[in-house]
């Protein structure tokens, strides 16, 4: 079984960025979809984007198009999320969860492993 362990979260000045790293233990992640769902305060867990097997993206959410960069590095075990330009309504727990099988993507029973999460704040 994989466990998930996300790093990199903190607090930022809008218009900074932070990158996210989702790192794998028990299982290799190269085997996995890996998607980055993130969950703000009062507000259910929300779909980012994902990656498949082999790096392709899927499914940016229109709230981070342009600014939010997925990416894997098979060698390292580990899937990261490059956050740019960020903005206040960026803050959310961020999520990334594991799929041993490509389907819906966005949706959170899609995922068969989840990380604890890992804070971003975004001041003003």
């Known amino acids: 079984q994989v466990q998930l362990v996300e790093s990199g979260g903190g607090l930022v000045q809008a218009g900074g960025s932070l990158r996210l790293s989702c790192a794998a233990s028990?299982?290799?992640?190269?085997?996995?979809?890996v998607g980055w769902f993130r969950q703000a305060p009062g507000k259910e867990r929300e779909f980012v984007v994902a990656?498949?097997?082999?790096?392709?993206?899927?499914g940016y959410a229109d709230s981070v198009k342009g600014r939010f960069t997925i990416s894997r590095d098979n060698a390292e075990n580990t899937v990261a999320l490059q956050m740019n330009n960020l903005k206040p309504e960026d803050t959310a727990v961020y999520y990334c969860?594991?799929?041993?099988?490509?389907?819906?993507?966005?949706?959170?029973?899609?995922?068969?492993?989840w990380g604890q999460g890992t804070q971003v704040t975004v001041a003003a």
């Open positions: 028990g299982g290799t992640l190269s085997k996995y979809v």
């Open positions: 969860a594991a799929s041993s099988y490509y389907r819906n993507v966005a949706l959170k029973s899609s995922y068969d492993y």
């Open positions: 990656i498949t097997w082999i790096g392709g993206t899927s």
